[in-house]
């Protein structure tokens, strides 16, 4: 309800309020409140860094390899800036200039892609890139734990890298919305292999191969391999036997198949899809 006017008042007078200010947010993150601190540096006006770069002649190659891909060359953005990525450890502001040159597009066209996804990287990675789930299940189920901890390990922030970027060892943290495995929460990724049902003990022991040179094996999935050996398959290059020795391997778990293994023991089915559908007639366009 609203308080009565005091008497004598006059509406066309401002009155003043005694309204508590807030304190300013915090610069520096907050023990407990893993999400806290400095701001995320994609929220921001988007800067790429100028490294100096020039592609020699192995990546023209590839990017004309993926460009042949497509009849259209500018759908072979996307894995052109993995490509770059895979060279520079993120996409750079050469790299937006390669793109934009080998495609025939504006340096502007290039970068409101490269700033719409979070893939791509706009400060050089480490030789591994761990991400942690933050996202609601695996964060109840101790995902913000191990992103406080990981990060309080390092002595960096969200996307920063502890070591030389690139160099043997280097490691770069992420918090990350969902890494679609809810089934085996709490999640981490390194170079986007899946590492799962973590505690903060095993990511602790995860980092800490990582930093000594060695590459444990993912819960499922290809070998691990480093960030920018990725983003060079992430862009669809790859070489020799490398392909089907990667995908020959087990992706599927019991907890991912346990509804269809429930299903298939109590015969349970979806119905039949019907021998044709009659699709509604168009609505009219609005006068």
């Known amino acids: 309800m609203n308080s009565p006017a005091p008497t ?3 509406a ?9 200010q807030q304190a300013p947010p915090q610069a520096e993150p907050i023990p407990g409140e893993p999400l806290q601190g400095k701001h995320n540096p994609r929220i921001s006006t988007p800067k790429f860094l100028r490294l100096g770069t020039v592609y020699d002649e192995l990546t023209r190659q590839r990017a004309a390899q993926l460009i042949a891909k497509y009849p259209q060359s500018r759908s072979a953005l996307l894995p052109l800036l993995h490509l770059v990525q895979s060279v520079d450890g993120c996409v750079s502001a050469d790299g937006i200039e390669f ?3 080998q495609l025939g ?11 719409f996804y979070t893939m791509y990287k706009r400060t050089p990675c480490g030789e591994h890139l761990v991400s942690v789930c933050t996202n609601t299940l695996c964060a109840a189920l101790g995902g913000d734990a191990i992103y406080t901890s990981l990060r309080a390990k390092l002595g960096v922030a969200d996307q920063e890298t502890a070591g030389t970027p690139g160099e043997p060892g280097s490691v770069t943290i992420e918090s990350a919305e969902c890494l679609a495995a809810c089934d085996h929460a709490p999640v981490v990724t390194v170079n986007y292999e899946f590492y799962d049902r973590q505690t ?9 191969e990582l930093q000594a040179g060695r590459r444990p094996a993912p819960t499922r999935g290809a070998a691990l391999s480093s960030f920018k050996q990725t983003e060079l398959e992430l862009a669809g290059i790859f070489t ?6 990667e995908v020959a391997v087990p992706t599927a778990s019991e907890q991912t198949l346990r509804g269809n293994t429930y299903a298939g023991e109590h015969a349970q089915v979806a119905p039949a899809m019907p021998d044709s559908y009659q699709m509604p007639d168009k609505p009219e366009p609005k006068s």
């Open 200 to 208: 903060v003990e095993s990511a602790a022991e995860l980092v800490d």
């Open 240 to 245: 020799g036997e490398q392909l089907s020795a």
């Open 99 to 101: 793109c934009a040159e």
């Open 12 to 20: 066309t007078e401002p009155i003043e309020l005694d309204v508590p």
């Open 105 to 115: 597009l504006t340096a502007a066209e290039v970068e409101a892609v490269a700033t």
């Open 8 to 10: 004598g008042w006059d």
